[in-house]
């Protein structure tokens, strides 16, 4: 590849990035070098820091550099509305539009009877205690609109029907569509247009 074995293992790294092949990772690594102070040294120095502090928020599932993410820790966040998402990357989609002033809780993937996948393999039972702990008044369900996110909607309205409300987005999201992939105005209006379910 480049004739230099530090330089190759850099770019077969970068080739396993999501959305990366091995094209680009070699256009990036070859950007990287020639920006070294602007760009690959602090992205170095950056990467070692989180390599050393990111962690899963142990009451929501985000991802920080804390036990307790900021949005948990905030005040502010404790609305009594509680955005339920199957991902981090949802979570930070959520959170790109900004319409959203409550708290979160990431499942960390779907029910899937096919992957085996049940209620404990998510973080479904950590949603129930957080519910009386936390005052919570109503749970959006914002899980993308695959047969596996509805069904896991579903799943989680039928444990937790007459202990709060239950909403979910509505208009915006595509059939077979993936929060991640929205933009800020859909987030914004598919939140808006929230349903009983
Ligand atoms: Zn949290």
């Known amino acids: 590849m480049s004739s ?3 330089i190759d293992n850099l770019i077969e ?7 990366l092949g091995p094209r680009s990772a070699r256009r990036a690594v070859l950007h990287l070098i020639r920006k070294r102070a602007l760009l690959l040294t602090p992205l170095a120095d950056a990467m070692l820091r989180v390599a050393e502090t990111a962690r899963e928020c142990l009451n929501c599932g985000n991802v920080g550099t804390s036990d ?3 949005i948990c820790e905030s005040e502010e ?12 990357a949802d979570l930070w989609a959520m959170e790109r539009a900004g319409v959203f002033k ?11 009877a096919l992957d085996g996948v049940g209620p404990d393999e998510l973080r479904i039972p950590r949603l129930k205690d957080r519910i009386t702990a936390e005052g919570i008044t ?5 899980l993308n609109a695959t047969v596996d996110g509805q069904t896991t909607a ?20 595509p059939i077979g569509g993936e929060l991640d992939y929205l933009d800020d105005g859909t987030i914004t209006a598919a939140l808006r247009a929230r349903k009983e379910l």
């Open 68 to 70: 307790i993410c900021d």
């Open 154 to 173: 579903h799943y989680i309205a039928d444990q937790l029907e007459a202990q709060v409300r239950l909403t979910s987005l509505a208009q915006g999201v």
């Open 4 to 6: 230099n074995r530090d």
């Open 138 to 142: 109503e749970v959006i369900l914002a």
């Open 77 to 88: 966040r404790a609305t009594g509305e509680l955005c339920v998402v199957e991902d981090v």
């Open 13 to 19: 790294l970068m080739a396993k990035l999501p959305g």
């Open 102 to 112: 409550g708290r979160y809780h990431v499942l960390g993937g779907t029910l899937s």
